[in-house]
Each structure stands twice: as structure tokens, then as C-alpha cells.
């Protein structure tokens, strides 16, 4: 399996329960422009998001300013609960940010595959007690602390749907 295949396939396979428009809109629309800001145009055309979060955003030009000024109204599409808009949008963040991934779960000793789990690989087995807030103070400075945020309950969501929105200690 080609890796492209392999990251598109992962990233579409969480759990359908989880509502990532409200974790967005729980963290916040400023917390969302930081997340936007995350997003590498030229890993999503590696990986072929790009067209596909332009044809989400509703975009004749996707460019870092056309982006930056999409923000308000997808944000308001977000609070309005468009699943698929705020699924596009986690994925452009994420595979964005893959580095910040890897380097989360090696911190927490999670067992995984370039960022992704394996079948066998039960990665909620090593997320206990305040796993979030260790690893927000561990990577904070050196990673955009509201990709990270989105990450962190990204990953707790993916374990239990059911999981509070987690904000971090100041």
C-alpha cells in the first residue's frame, strides 16, 4: 500500500461519532485561525487535500491569505455543524503537522507507525492520568499550542468519543 494511500485511508477511518465541529467550537475561533495558520499548502498538494479543502471552503484560490480570510466563515459553518467541512479541515491541519505527531506519541510512549496505528497497536493503553496536559507543557513552545490543543483532543477523542474537551492549564 502506498503511503499516500495509507495516510488518506488512516485519517478517514476515526470514529464517525466524534462531532469535530463542536471541538472546534469549543476551542474557540481564535484557537481555529491558530490551527488554520498550521496548515501547509504544499503537504497538502503532496498528499492531495489540497482541491479537496479548496472545493470545502468554497475557494476559487487557495492561497495562505485566501485562508487566513476563509476563517470567519468557516468558522461560522463549523458552529452551524458541518461535519464534513470540520473533518476536511482536521485532516489539512494534521497531515500538516505530522513531525508534531510522531514526536507527541514517541513523548508518550505510545506504540505507532509513523504517527499511525497499526491494528494491533492499542495506543489508549498508554494514555493515562493527565496525558494531555504533560505533553501540551512538553511541546507548547516548540509547536503552535493551538495545533497542538486540536491534536491533543484529537487523539483523546479518537480513544473515547465520550471525552471532555480538553483545555490546557495556564
Avoid at 470514529?15 to 499548502?41: C, H, T, W, Y
Avoid at 470540520?86 to 513531525?99: D, G, H, K, P, T
Avoid at 495506543?123 to 497542538?148: E, I
Amino acid at each position: 500500500m502506498s503511503k499516500l494511500l495509507s495516510v488518506s485511508r488512516t485519517l478517514e477511518l476515526y470514529p464517525r461519532s466524534m462531532k469535530l465541529n463542536e471541538l472546534f467550537v469549543a476551542l474557540g475561533e481564535d484557537s481555529f485561525r491558530g490551527q488554520l495558520r498550521g496548515i501547509s499548502l504544499g503537504t497538502l498538494r503532496t498528499y492531495k487535500f489540497y482541491d479537496r479543502l479548496k472545493t470545502r471552503l468554497h475557494l476559487t484560490k487557495l492561497n495562505t491569505e485566501t485562508l487566513r480570510n476563509a476563517a470567519p466563515k468557516a468558522f461560522a459553518r463549523l458552529r452551524e455543524g458541518e461535519d464534513e467541512l470540520a473533518l476536511e479541515i482536521s485532516q489539512c491541519i494534521l497531515i500538516s503537522n505530522m513531525q508534531m505527531i510522531v514526536e507527541v506519541l514517541d513523548f508518550l510512549g505510545v506504540p505507532h507507525t509513523d504517527g499511525f496505528f497499526g491494528e494491533d497497536q492499542k495506543p489508549a493503553d498508554h494514555l493515562s492520568g493527565d496525558w494531555q496536559q504533560r505533553a501540551y507543557v512538553q511541546f507548547k513552545d516548540k509547536y503552535p499550542p493551538a495545533v497542538l490543543v486540536l491534536y491533543l483532543n484529537y487523539l483523546a477523542h479518537e480513544m473515547n468519543p465520550d471525552t471532555e474537551v480538553f483545555q490546557p492549564a495556564a
